[in-house]
């Protein structure tokens, strides 16, 4: 349940989730808050890093070096199904691997909040994947609800646009909705008449299915942000530079009175 503004402004150590598609600006806010003396929870570090290390050294077979600034390694760890890539058994374990250490990483979000404080930090940004919508558990997602105000930074359309025509000129691995996948799948080999995940081309597929992908998870995000939090178009952030400017537009979103 949305907090008001009254309740909100008395929590003394504040905890914000950045919910959104990727490229929306989760992370160049967390950025501006760090800059700002918050704590930067990075779930993409945590899950390649902490949860995510070790397969990612035996499966690529090199040293882990994920940081906050390159998660490329991350990203190489997905990978993206058909010829030259994975086989489709190869590419699921990854991505339930991927889903699970993801859970995990939110599941942190209290030992982290606990942390922060005792170094000295007032406030943690909490600065969740785009995938963050696929959780799919809803105790999981009660419990980031009571330990942090979601706060879902909504695309517009030209913001939309934008990110289906980059995912045309520059696909890339992306965690499934478990629940469409095998559709999704199915629907692209027989368009094209394979018998096979192995007869696909990879970058084909990914362009293929991004659009299916981004319009499964808008009514996801909504849906999250109307249960638990608040939705803020993306606009209300763009010229910001401090902490204090974010929080401004935070509280002005919340609502006055409880339901």
């Not at 501006?32 to 990075?42: A, E, N, T």
């Amino acid at each position: 349940m949305t907090i008001t503004k009254k309740d909100f402004n008395k929590v003394e150590h504040k905890v914000i989730t950045l919910m959104g598609m990727s490229s929306v600006g989760k992370t160049y806010l967390s950025s501006i808050l760090r800059k700002d003396g918050w704590f930067h929870h990075s779930c993409d570090l945590r899950i390649g890093t902490k949860y995510l290390g070790d397969e990612i050294e035996k499966t690529l077979g090199k040293e882990n070096r994920v940081t906050a600034d390159d998660l490329s390694q991350l990203t190489n760890y997905i990978s993206c199904l058909g010829n030259g890539k994975l086989s489709l058994d190869e590419f699921k374990r990854r991505q339930n691997q991927y889903i699970q250490a993801e859970r995990q990483s939110l599941r942190d979000l209290q030992g982290v909040v606990k942390e922060a404080v005792a170094d000295g930090h007032t406030h943690v940004i909490n600065d969740s994947t785009g995938s963050f919508c696929e959780i799919d558990n809803d105790v999981l997602l009660d419990n980031v609800d009571k330990d942090s105000l979601i706060v879902y930074i909504k695309a517009n359309e030209t913001e939309e646009k934008e990110v289906l025509k980059r995912a045309q000129e520059y696909p890339k691995p992306m965690y499934f909705s478990s629940e469409k996948l095998d559709t999704w799948i199915a629907q692209y080999a027989m368009e094209h008449k394979f018998k096979s995940t192995d007869e696909f081309n990879s970058k084909d597929f990914s362009r293929w299915v991004f659009p299916k992908l981004f319009e499964n998870r808008l009514p996801k995000y909504q849906a999250i942000a109307d249960k638990y939090g608040v939705t803020i178009p993306s606009k209300e952030f763009r010229n910001i530079k401090t902490a204090d400017e974010f929080l401004e537009i935070v509280v002005r979103y919340l609502p006055d009175e409880y339901e």
